[in-house]
């Protein structure tokens, strides 16, 4: 490798990492972790244990704006959920809403809680139509069809379904403004692999992400379902995986 293509090598990286931080852990206990990943984007870490992959720690969002927040995905359980609200409110903040992404115990274990605590639940229709089928509770309380777009202090946060892959519900969350997109159990941390497939459509998955990736091509921050956060490269590792 010549000196002046390593060069340019570690120019092209510094310049796609400048725009991330590097995570740092702002609050952690037993059951809950939220680690700061951009300006105003949080990822939040809860602990779910499963037959087939033991303890699995599963990931969702945490976006502020002015005095409001916006939470993607439920900790997995209603004690870690106490501890996230808990930790929003000692920023000043207050949760206006939590999307759910998919039916999966990981994204609304701890949807009592918010509901107790007053908060506002969206969900895809498709998940609430699987949800009653399953003859599972609580439900979200309100449904939307294929997008919506929900304002959290001056900025917006829009939820999309763009098609099948971790399962035929899964959407996922994208705050313009920070240019950071939840991806939930749809996008795979880089090195991953196949995971749970039991509700997949793993022809539609590669498909879905491309559409994600076209649709915008201008992503910095993209956290996943499990493991680490990162850039577009998340979804270039998903594309492949499945393809």
């Known amino acids: 490798m010549s000196k002046i293509f390593l060069v340019f090598t570690i120019f092209v990286i510094f310049c796609d990492c400048s725009d991330r931080k590097i995570p740092s852990v702002l609050y952690e206990s037993e059951t809950l972790i939220v680690k700061s990943t951009a300006d105003n984007i949080f990822t939040h870490v809860s602990y779910l244990e499963t037959d087939d992959f033991g303890k699995v720690g599963c990931n969702g969002m945490i976006y ?22 808990d930790w929003v409110r000692d920023q000043g903040k207050t949760i206006i809403a939590v999307v759910i992404t998919h039916f999966h115990e990981d994204c609304l274990g701890g949807l009592v809680t918010f509901h107790q605590r007053g908060v506002q639940s969206y969900a895809h229709e498709k998940t609430l139509e699987i ?3 399953r003859n599972e509770s609580p439900l979200p309380l309100s449904e939307f069809q294929n997008e919506i777009t ?15 892959g971790h399962t035929y519900d899964n959407v996922v969350g994208y705050i313009p403004s920070e240019n950071a997109l939840f991806g939930g159990c749809l996008v795979k941390s880089v090195g991953a692999g196949k995971g749970y497939l039991g509700d997949a459509s793993v022809e539609d998955w590669s498909f879905t992400v491309d559409m994600i990736q076209e649709e915008l091509p201008e992503l ?3 956290i996943p379902g499990h493991g680490d956060p990162g850039g577009t490269e998340l979804l270039d590792f998903t594309i492949e995986l499945f393809r």
């Open 220 to 222: 910095k921050v993209v």
């Open 64 to 85: 502020l704006n002015g005095d409001e927040a916006i939470v993607f995905d439920t900790p997995a359980d209603d004690t870690a959920s106490v501890e996230l609200i």
């Open 131 to 133: 949800l009653r089928e």
């Open 150 to 164: 929900l304002k959290i202090g001056s900025e917006i946060a829009k939820v999309k379904f763009y098609g099948a």
